[in-house]
C-alpha cells in the first residue's frame, strides 16, 4: 500500500464519471448503488428524527462530499448554515456547480495547514459517512479525527460510518476496516465519545466483521452474477431492500457498515 496515492486515485475515478455509482461500489453497477443509497438515505433520516435537534440553529459541515448525496439531505433539512468539504477538485467543483448556496472547502482532512481554513469549535455536526477508511495511511487517519475534533464544538454531534471489525483490523490497497478497538481509542483521543452504533447495512454489505473467511467468499459467489448484468443488480436490489430495512431496523449490530454517532467532550 506504500504506492497507493489516495488524492491521484479519486481525482482520476470522479474525473472520468462522476455519479453515485463513481462513489459507491464501482463493481455492482448503477441499479444495486441506486438501492444502497436509498437504505443510507433511509438510515440518515431515522438518524436526524433521533439524536439532531434544532437544526435550523446547527452548522453542519459534510466531509468528503463526493457527489453531493449527504449535502442534499442535509439540505433538505433546513440547517442554518451548510458547507461540504472534499480533497478531490472534481467533487468540489462538481458539488460547487451543483449547489451554488454551499460553500465548499478543497481540503485533505487530514493535513492541519489545509483544514485551517476552517475554525476551531466552529460546527455544531459533522457527517462523514464512508469516507475515513480510505485512508489508509494510519497516521492520517489519526490526522484526520483530531482535526475532525478540533473544529467541533463542544457536545456536537459526529456521524461517522466504518466496518469496524470486532475481529482485528484488515487491509487492502485502497481501503482500510480498522478494528472498531482501534476507531473507539482513536475517537477518544480525538475527543469524542460514541453514544450509540447503529447498522447501516445487513444483507446488501461485504460481511468485513466475521473471524472465517467463508462468509466474504460466499458473499462473493453470490454477488457474482450483479458485476456482470445491471438487470441482475436492479434484480437482486428489488428483493433484498425490504429485508435490508428489517435487519437494520431490529438489529443491533451488523457484520458491515455501521454508523457511530459520537459526542464531542467538553474541552
Request: proline fraction near 4%; hydrophobic fraction near 40%.
Amino acid at each position: 500500500m506504500a504506492d497507493f496515492n489516495p488524492s491521484h486515485y479519486w481525482q482520476d475515478r470522479l474525473s472520468k464519471d462522476i455519479g453515485l455509482h463513481r462513489v459507491g461500489h464501482l463493481a455492482y453497477g448503477k441499479a444495486f448503488n441506486r438501492a444502497l443509497y436509498a437504505i443510507r438515505r433511509h438510515v440518515f433520516r431515522t438518524v436526524c428524527e433521533r439524536y439532531i435537534q434544532d437544526i435550523d440553529q446547527k452548522t453542519i459541515l459534510d466531509c468528503g462530499s463526493g457527489t453531493g448525496f449527504y449535502l442534499n439531505l442535509w439540505l433538505k433539512q433546513s440547517p442554518h448554515a451548510l458547507s461540504g468539504l472534499d480533497f478531490t477538485e472534481a467533487s468540489v467543483e462538481f458539488c460547487a456547480r451543483r449547489f451554488p448556496s454551499i460553500m465548499m472547502y478543497h481540503c485533505d482532512l487530514s493535513d492541519h495547514d489545509s483544514m485551517s481554513v476552517i475554525g476551531d469549535a466552529s460546527q455544531d455536526i459533522i457527517s462523514v459517512f464512508d469516507v475515513l477508511f480510505h485512508i489508509t495511511d494510519d497516521a492520517h487517519y489519526i490526522m484526520a479525527l483530531n482535526q475532525l475534533g478540533r473544529i467541533m464544538k463542544d457536545d456536537g454531534i459526529l456521524l461517522y460510518s466504518d466496518n469496524l471489525p470486532q475481529s482485528g483490523t484488515k487491509r487492502e490497497r485502497h481501503i482500510v476496516h480498522r478494528s472498531m478497538h482501534d476507531v473507539y481509542e482513536a475517537l477518544d483521543i480525538a475527543g469524542f465519545d460514541v453514544i450509540e452504533r447503529l447498522p447501516m447495512f445487513y444483507l446488501m454489505g461485504y460481511p468485513v466483521d466475521t473471524a472465517s473467511s467463508w462468509p466474504g467468499k460466499l458473499w462473493n459467489l453470490l454477488m457474482y452474477p450483479v458485476r456482470k448484468s445491471e438487470i441482475v443488480g436492479m434484480i437482486y436490489a428489488a428483493i433484498l431492500y425490504l429485508p435490508e430495512l428489517l435487519c437494520i431496523s431490529v438489529l443491533a449490530e451488523s457484520p458491515t457498515t455501521e454508523l457511530l454517532i459520537c459526542k464531542r467532550k467538553a474541552r
